[in-house]
DNA sequence: CTCAAATACCTATGGCGATAGTTATGGACT
DNA sequence: AGTCCATAACTATCGCCATAGGTATTTGAG
């Protein structure tokens, strides 16, 4: 019994969600619709969800124990509900981090479509490769620019995150972060480096039939 | 009106499912347990579905017309349904095959996590990213095995799908689904990398820390 | 020749996710 | 004072996907 293991192990699927709230959360307490902003700005580069997924699954976890939510006064009669996490929360969080993952199964349209191109136009074949390279090109601009502001503590919420540690444990979670987000800028390079590759491969095709 | 576009092109999601099912399909007729099996040792390692998925969508692909079912005796009193690609299906296919993708929001618990590493064990951290490279590992194996079936047309498929074409058309075809593998395992590779260098990173953050 | 295991065929249920809403508040401009 | 519009908070619906079954047929071992 080396790591001690909460009995919720269920754990369907990957319920990322669920952590990706948790994970932000850690930083400070929020509402929904903070949460869905905050969502966009930092973890949404790496689990996209919208508000609708958010606010049920912040309900699910109140009742799961894992966050606490705490009625504020919103206008003259409304209210809105801000999350707080839980001892449990914090727990159930470092848990799921120590954990392993279940990876699940290659799900990849674009490499399917890529596998039938002989189906399709030459031209749409090209245009479909240009349109690889422009979307993880701006993805690559986009993990970048988180990188930039991960390294120099302008991220907003990262460096909200950095106030509650003392400063000799910053080199170590600003590494981290970094390196997630260099995983993903390389891999936007790798598939930019791919598409490019198609586009060749297509042009060299058509140069042979043409040659015919 | 370059392209014919079929009224059906309402397409909510990837919808992908369906195409992978017609591209089998264009290959020879089958049946639904036909298509689960070819699935998993063609399709399956760019798009993964298990049975519970096939049947409906065949059902409702027969529904939209896309698809024609034979009711076949199977044993005494059973029947088991094979299905025929028809022109319409064929030109759906063709269709979703020269109209661009609609690439969806990133969504990735392993760089998920990794953001969050600070919170893991430098022990848990290690396995995880050991179980990172064992998993791309092996991924990249099972594709380059792919790969290699298809450059010697030894994949029974694959093989079959080439029968239907002029030997003329071969390198082309051949080269497309090559094409498409190779960005597979060359993905892998990069995350295998990216995981060697997160181990390397742990052993220097450990080293610090111990030096302190 | 019969029984178990493997193969073939198919269904049910429920969670997660995406699109698209709805209702409420605060300010800005006229 | 009224009406826009942006912001804030939240809901509904429907399709996909995964886990987990369930029933029929063939094979083959004893």
């Known amino acids: 019994m080396s790591i001690g293991i909460s009995q919720a192990t269920v754990q369907n699927r990957t319920m990322s969600l669920r952590y990706a709230l948790l994970a932000l959360l850690t930083a400070q307490p929020m509402t929904g619709y903070d949460l869905a902003k905050a969502f966009h700005i930092s973890v949404g580069h790496v689990w996209y969800a919208p508000d609708s997924q958010i606010y049920p699954e912040l309900r699910r976890m109140e009742a799961a124990g894992l966050v606490d939510g705490v009625a504020l006064p919103w206008g003259d009669k409304g209210t809105k509900t801000e999350y707080h996490v839980t001892d449990a929360g914090i727990s159930e969080f470092v848990d799921w981090m120590n954990l392993p993952l279940r990876y699940t199964r290659e799900r990849d349209p674009a490499h399917l479509k890529a596998a039938y191109f002989e189906w399709a136009d030459p031209d749409a074949v090209r245009e479909q490769l240009r349109a690889h390279v422009a979307h993880y ?21 990262f460096a909200k995150r950095l106030e509650r540690y003392p400063s000799s444990e910053w080199p170590r979670i600003t590494a981290f972060k970094m390196f997630a987000y260099e995983g993903l800028a390389a891999r936007a390079e790798q598939e930019i480096a791919w598409a490019q590759r198609g586009l060749r491969l297509v042009d060299e095709l058509a140069g042979e039939s043409a040659a015919d």
């Open 137 to 157: 090109e701006d993805q690559r601009r986009q993990w970048l620019e988180q990188l930039e502001s991960i390294r120099d503590h302008t991220h907003p919420i």
